[in-house]
C-alpha cells in the first residue's frame, strides 16, 4: 500500500476546530495535511478515488463495507459495486454530484443508516429467507447475499415433524453452518438463514415486520395471496433489508416507496407498462420521525384503537387454575391530517408488565406518567404489547364440566361435556370451540351435540365441537359413547381438551381507557375504542 491511513486514538480527548478555524484551514490549507486516507471515527474511514482503487491496502485495512458518494458512470468512476465483486465487501452507492448546488440531504438517512449498521456489527446478517407452508413445501426463497441452498431447510423440516403442534417448532435451530431462526404466523413458517451468531430476536422481530408487511399491503397473509403478488413480495423484501440488515420496515415509508396494488392500479400497470416502485424518495426517510409520512390530509379525521387480549391457561381436572397470564396488544388505526400529537391515557395501567411499544411513543412519559405520548403513523400500526402476569389478575372466562370414562374390557368409554360463561362481566361469549386429542386406540365416537355440531377425524384422532356463542340460560352439552378398537386396552391416561373463544368489548385484564387528547392540531378527530378477548392457549385437563 503507497500510503497510510491516519488514525484516531479512541482515548485520546478531541476538539472539533470552530467554524473560523475550518474556513481559515479549507481557504489557506494551513493545519491541515493531505493524505489518501483518514480514520475519522473508530473503525470509519474516509479515502479518495486513489484509496478505493487499491484493493489490497482495502483487505490490509479491514475494510468490509464502502459507501461511495460518487457513484455513477457520469462521475467518471470505475469503483462501483462490480469492482468489488470478488472482495467480501458491501458496498452502497450514491450518486452524488461534486457541485455546490447539488442537495446531498436525501441521501443522508441512507448513509448514516448504512453506517451505523457497519459499526454496530458487521456479522449480523440475515442471508436468505424461505417461506415454508403447513405441508412442508417452500413456496418462496429470497437471498440477500450468496444464494443458500434449500437443503439447509432439511433440519427445519426435521423438526416441524417431530412436533405435536406447529407452534412447538424450535424458533432457532443450529446447524454445522447455519443458524435457522423462524416464527409461525397465519398457518406459515418465515424461516430464515444466518451463517454467525446473532441475537435471535433481531431476526425475530424482522420476521414478524415481513409477515405484518404483507398483512398490511394485501390484507391477508396466506401463501394463495403471496403467490398473486410474488412480484410486489420480493420488491417488499428488497426494501426492507439492505444487504441482509433490516432498513426500510416502517409502513408509512415502503407505502410511498412502493405503492400498495389496487384493482385501478393495476389496469393502469398493465395498460401503461408502469411500475408500482416510486420514483421519489420517501418523505418520512427524510424527517426526525420516519414513521410517518409528511402532508397527510384527510377530510374525516379519526382515531380508532382496538385492545385485544389473549388468555394463555391451564385448568387441572378440579377446575382450579394451574397457569394463566394474558398477552394484550394494543392496534391503531389513526388517519389524521398534518401532525398530530397524540396522549392516550388508561385508568389502571399498573396492572401491565413487560411492556414492548412502537418506536413512535416516547418511553420516557410512560416511565414517569403511565400515559402513551406519541405522534402517530398514518394508517394502521401496532402501538404497543403487554403482558400481565399476576395469576391472581386473570379472570377465566369459562368452565368445562367433563366426565371421560373407559372401560375396563377395553371396548369402549363415555363423553360427556358441558362449557359455561364465567366472570365474563355480562358480555358474550361467542365463537367457542373445543378440540379434544383423543387417545390413538378410539376408533369412532357416537355423541349427541344439544348446540353446534361435532366432527371426528379418525385419522388424527381429533374430535372438534362447534358450539358458537354460550347461552348462561342453556349451557351446551356434548355426550355419548366411545369405541376403541378390537383388543386395545384401556388408554392409561385421559386426554386434555383446548378452547377457543371469542369477548366482544371486554378486555379480560380490567384495562380500559380513560381518554385521548390531541395537540399540535386546531380540528376535532373522531375518537373510538373496542376491546376484544380471544382465548391463546387455553387448556384443560381431563
Not at 394463495?224 to 415509508?253: C, H, Q, R
Request: aromatic share 10%; with cysteine; net charge negative.
Amino acid at each position: 500500500m503507497s500510503h497510510e491511513a491516519v488514525r484516531v486514538d479512541p482515548d485520546m480527548e478531541y476538539l472539533t476546530p470552530g467554524v473560523v478555524d475550518l474556513e481559515q484551514m479549507f481557504w489557506t490549507g494551513l493545519g491541515a495535511t493531505y493524505t489518501h486516507c483518514n480514520q475519522v471515527w473508530p473503525n470509519l474511514y474516509i479515502g479518495d478515488k486513489k484509496t478505493a482503487l487499491e484493493k489490497p491496502g482495502l483487505v490490509e485495512m479491514g475494510v468490509t463495507h464502502i459507501i461511495n458518494a460518487a457513484e455513477g458512470t457520469w462521475n467518471n468512476v470505475s469503483t462501483g459495486a462490480d469492482y468489488y465483486r470478488d472482495m467480501n465487501i458491501i458496498y452502497c452507492g450514491i450518486e452524488a454530484d461534486d457541485t455546490p448546488t447539488f442537495n446531498i440531504s436525501p441521501y443522508f438517512y441512507s448513509a448514516a443508516n448504512f453506517i451505523h449498521q457497519a459499526l454496530s456489527d458487521p456479522d449480523k446478517m440475515i442471508h436468505s429467507l424461505f417461506l415454508v407452508n403447513p405441508s412442508g413445501d417452500i413456496f418462496l426463497e429470497k437471498h440477500w447475499k450468496s444464494v443458500v441452498s434449500r437443503s439447509v431447510c432439511d433440519y427445519f423440516l426435521e423438526a416441524r415433524e417431530k412436533a405435536l403442534d406447529p407452534e412447538d417448532v424450535p424458533p432457532v435451530i443450529s446447524t454445522p453452518h447455519h443458524y435457522l431462526i423462524s416464527i409461525y404466523r397465519d398457518k406459515l413458517f418465515f424461516l430464515s438463514v444466518i451463517q454467525t451468531e446473532v441475537p435471535p430476536l433481531f431476526v425475530i422481530e424482522f420476521l414478524h415486520r415481513v409477515a405484518e408487511m404483507i398483512q398490511d399491503y394485501f390484507g391477508e397473509c396466506s401463501e394463495t395471496v403471496i403467490k398473486d403478488n410474488v412480484v410486489m413480495v420480493y420488491e417488499l423484501l428488497e426494501e426492507m433489508l439492505d444487504n441482509g440488515f433490516p432498513l426500510a420496515t416502517e409502513s408509512n415509508v415502503l407505502k410511498e416507496m412502493i405503492r400498495p396494488p389496487t384493482i385501478l392500479r393495476s389496469v393502469v400497470n398493465t395498460l401503461t407498462g408502469s411500475s408500482n416502485v416510486g420514483d421519489k424518495l420517501p418523505t418520512g426517510q427524510l424527517s426526525t420521525i420516519p414513521w410517518r409520512r409528511a402532508g397527510v390530509k384527510y377530510t374525516n379525521n379519526e382515531a380508532y384503537f382496538d385492545v385485544v387480549e389473549e388468555i394463555d391457561a391451564i385448568l387441572d381436572r378440579t377446575g382450579t387454575t394451574v397457569f394463566a397470564e394474558i398477552q394484550g396488544v394494543v392496534e391503531a388505526c389513526v388517519k389524521l391530517s398534518g401532525m398530530p400529537d397524540l396522549t392516550l391515557s388508561f385508568m389502571n395501567p399498573r396492572l401491565l408488565d413487560d411492556v414492548s411499544f412502537h418506536p413512535c411513543v416516547r418511553y420516557k412519559r410512560w416511565e414517569s406518567e403511565r400515559v402513551l405520548s406519541f405522534i402517530p403513523p398514518d394508517g394502521n400500526f401496532t402501538l404497543m404489547t403487554y403482558h400481565v402476569n399476576a395469576q391472581n389478575l386473570v379472570a377465566i372466562p369459562v368452565y368445562v364440566k367433563h366426565s371421560i370414562n373407559f372401560f375396563e374390557s377395553g371396548s369402549g368409554g363415555r363423553l360427556d361435556l358441558t362449557v359455561g360463561p364465567k366472570q365474563t362481566m355480562g358480555k358474550t361469549v361467542e365463537g367457542v370451540l373445543v378440540t379434544v386429542h383423543m387417545p390413538k386406540t378410539v376408533l369412532s365416537v357416537s355423541l349427541n351435540a344439544t348446540q353446534g355440531s361435532y366432527t371426528y377425524d379418525n385419522a388424527t384422532k381429533v374430535l372438534v365441537w362447534d358450539i358458537g356463542k354460550l347461552n348462561p340460560q342453556k349451557l351446551p352439552n356434548l355426550r355419548g359413547s366411545l369405541s376403541l378398537q378390537t383388543g386395545a386396552p384401556k388408554p392409561e391416561e385421559n386426554p386434555s381438551l383446548n378452547i377457543d373463544l371469542k369477548i366482544q368489548q371486554l378486555a379480560i385484564s380490567g384495562l380500559k381507557v380513560n381518554r385521548l387528547d390531541m395537540f399540535g392540531e386546531k380540528y376535532k378527530p373522531f375518537k373510538g375504542v373496542k376491546y376484544i378477548t380471544k382465548a391463546g392457549k387455553f387448556q384443560v385437563r381431563m
